[in-house]
Each structure stands twice: as structure tokens, then as C-alpha cells.
């Protein structure tokens, strides 16, 4: 099967600009996660959606970031503007959204620099 | 006091040792997996487990659900397996809330 599709692979802005990052998960797979991973840490969930609707967006910083998953396919995650501390990857997983499927697959990550 | 604390933070072996990354955690969880991240690529899941031990090739994990501990063994080490492995645990809550907390990762660097 097919994994998860993530792009742009990489991507280098200015501060203030904006930049959008898609991902397209497992086909069937009902939850999408993106996650930030800053240099030297773990993934950080930025938010998690089951079909097209959010489960959890406690950590994403509303004022600059946002994310959507209209049809509950395929999914954006959108920051604008973008500060110095947003450059890490962006890292996008699906699993099957019933209850007892633990399997998690995560894309390739998209490497954000913001200079 | 993270969740997830992981062990050693950064390990250097020698090709054909035998290396064990370990993992505590500190609330109940449904499920634990481990994970590789490569430099510049995506993660891929290694295992999940929920108990017991399980094997596949070189790498070997185990983990003690009393204890709150998992290990992740590495026999017959290779440059190959020089990446960041990572912990992470699912919590008990069912269905879609469950949430997944990671933990920082270990940078393992394996020499020829």
C-alpha cells in the first residue's frame, strides 16, 4: 500500500511570510496527525483529526497556525506568519481511526527554515 | 518530569555490539512504540507493543508494563542502524482520543 504522501519535502522562507504544507494519509485511514519536530526533541502533536473534524488542537498556536482536512482525505497545515522558532519538520502520520488500531505510519516530513 | 524519559541521550558503539536503548514512562498506557528516524527522513514504526517481547531481525523489544519500562535491543550492530530512535506511548484513553506522547529520542551512532 501505498504510505503517506508529504509535501514539499523542504522549504525555506523569510520571517513574516507564509507557507503551506500538505499531506495525503493512508487511503481509509480516518485519523491524520501533523506534528512539529523541533532539532533534537520529539514530534510535538499540532493537532489530530478524525474524518474531517478535530479531535485535539490544544498545542497548535491558533494565531499563526492553521490546519484543515475538508473532505477527510487529505490535509493542509498552513503558518502565517511564520517566526525564526517555526522551523523544524513538519511531520504528518495516519492510522486507522477505530478504536484498538495502534498502527501509526508517518510520512517523510516536510523541513521548514524560516531565516 | 516528562512522560516519556529515554536512555541514554546519545550512544556511540562499535559495529557488532550489542546496544539497549531504554524507555521509562510515567502514566498507563494502551500501547508503546518504537520508532527510527534516520537523518533527513521520515520515521518509520519498528514495533508497538503492548506486552511481552516481540523480534524482528537484529532488533529485539521488550517491555514491563508493572514497571513502567521498555528496552530496545540491537544485537550484531551495524553503521545501518546509526539513527534516532524513539519512544513513544499511547495512553489509555479508547478510540480516537487516545493520545500518543514521545519522548525526546536517543541519536545512536554505530562505527564501522
Known amino acids: 500500500e501505498a504510505g503517506v504522501a508529504q509535501s514539499p519535502r523542504y522549504k525555506i522562507i523569510e520571517k513574516r511570510q507564509s507557507v503551506a504544507f500538505w499531506c495525503n494519509p493512508i487511503?481509509?485511514?480516518?485519523?491524520l496527525y501533523w506534528y512539529q519536530q523541533i532539532l533534537g526533541q520529539g514530534p510535538k502533536l499540532l493537532i489530530q483529526?478524525?474524518?474531517?473534524?478535530?479531535?485535539?488542537d490544544s498545542q497548535l498556536p491558533k494565531d499563526r497556525f492553521s490546519a484543515e482536512r475538508l473532505k477527510g482525505v487529505d490535509s493542509t497545515l498552513k503558518i502565517q506568519p511564520a517566526k525564526l522558532e517555526d522551523s523544524a519538520v513538519y511531520l504528518c502520520?495516519?492510522?486507522?481511526?477505530?478504536?484498538?488500531?495502534?498502527?501509526?505510519?508517518f510520512g517523510a516530513g516536510s523541513r521548514l527554515t524560516v531565516l | 518530569k516528562n512522560e516519556v524519559e529515554q536512555s541514554p541521550q546519545n550512544l556511540t558503539a562499535q559495529e557488532g555490539e550489542f546496544i539497549t536503548i531504554n524507555c521509562s514512562y510515567s502514566?498507563?498506557?494502551?500501547?508503546l512504540h518504537w520508532l527510527q528516524q534516520h537523518p533527513g527522513g521520515g520515521i518509520v514504526s519498528l514495533f508497538m507493543l503492548s506486552s511481552g517481547k516481540k523480534k524482528h531481525g537484529r532488533l529485539i523489544a521488550t517491555i514491563n508494563i508493572q514497571e513502567k519500562h521498555s528496552s530496545l535491543h540491537i544485537t550484531a550492530s551495524h553503521p545501518r542502524d546509526s539513527a534516532v530512535y524513539i519512544c513513544a506511548v499511547r495512553s489509555r484513553s479508547t478510540g480516537a482520543n487516545s493520545k500518543l506522547t514521545f519522548g525526546k529520542g536517543i541519536t545512536l551512532s554505530v562505527r564501522p
Open positions: 502520520a495516519s492510522r486507522p481511526g477505530y478504536s484498538g488500531a495502534n498502527v501509526l505510519t
Open positions: 487511503s481509509g485511514h480516518a485519523t
Open positions: 483529526f478524525q474524518n474531517n473534524g478535530v479531535v485535539d
Open positions: 502514566v498507563g498506557i494502551s500501547a
